[in-house]
């Protein structure tokens, strides 16, 4: 069974374009984190967030946790072709994190 | 630069066959783990492993073993591959810290077993 629920599965966009993917779920969180993983590679984490309500920003990347600490988004503003990856939300503790299934992206030029 | 160093990119073995998997860290890390990818289903952990000759089962360890011998290097292996464990699999190391602790990947094995 899967904690964290990502949606959506598939998203394929036009460069310039604004994006949000979401990750919910019905555990409360200590801290959410976001990783991106391009073809080929390992996941590489984008952020952290651990306050309720809390909104961090990484360029064109906003990023939201909830303020029950049970879900986050990702915005993207202006997507560009290098966004493209799988986008993968992850939860709990170090020794026991759950992640979600991702939201594969593709940002067409 | 961190690194999380695994052996091999790509495998190919028959049923039946013993396989191991090798990851090397450079950064001193006392945790790491082997987690299996495959579509639609995430990432889910198979070990971990939080210090030298210590290893803890998580989600799916059936089929697999680990060993962990020196703190750099965590080793996954198959005794007996079957077509199920066809599968990316990627190691990761994170320093102490349960709770916000970033984890570092190495760039994954595929292994396909026919």
């Known amino acids: 069974t899967q904690l964290l629920e990502q949606s959506p599965q598939f998203l394929s966009i036009q460069e310039g374009e604004n994006l949000t993917v979401y990750c919910n779920s019905s555990s409360v969180f200590s801290s959410l984190q976001w990783y991106r993983q391009e073809p080929g590679e390992g996941p590489v984490l984008l952020v952290t967030?651990?306050?309720?309500?809390e909104v961090k920003k990484l360029k064109r990347l906003t990023f939201q946790f909830g303020d029950a600490r049970k879900d986050s988004s990702l915005h993207i503003t202006a997507a560009q072709p290098g966004d493209t990856g799988l986008y993968l939300c992850?939860?709990?503790?170090?020794?026991?994190?759950?992640f979600g299934a991702g939201t594969r992206l593709t940002v067409k030029p | 630069d961190v690194k999380v160093t695994q052996s091999s990119r790509y495998l190919v073995k028959r049923t039946g066959e013993k396989v191991f998997l090798e990851c090397v860290q450079d950064m001193d890390h006392e945790n790491m783990f082997w987690y299996r990818q495959d579509p639609g289903l995430g990432l889910r952990l198979i070990y971990f492993?939080?210090?030298?000759?210590?290893?803890e089962k998580g989600d799916i360890p059936e089929g697999y073993s680990v060993s962990r011998e020196k703190k750099e290097r965590f080793s996954l292996i198959l005794e007996s591959a079957s077509t199920n464990q066809t599968s990316m699999y990627l190691c990761?190391?994170?320093?102490?810290?349960?709770?916000?602790?970033?984890?570092?990947f190495g760039e994954g094995s595929r292994l396909t077993v026919l």
């Open positions: 990761a190391s994170s320093s102490q810290g349960w709770y916000t602790g970033e984890l570092f």
């Open positions: 492993s939080y210090d030298v000759k210590m290893k």
């Open positions: 992850a939860g709990g503790p170090t020794h026991d994190m759950r």
């Open positions: 967030v651990v306050t309720g309500g």
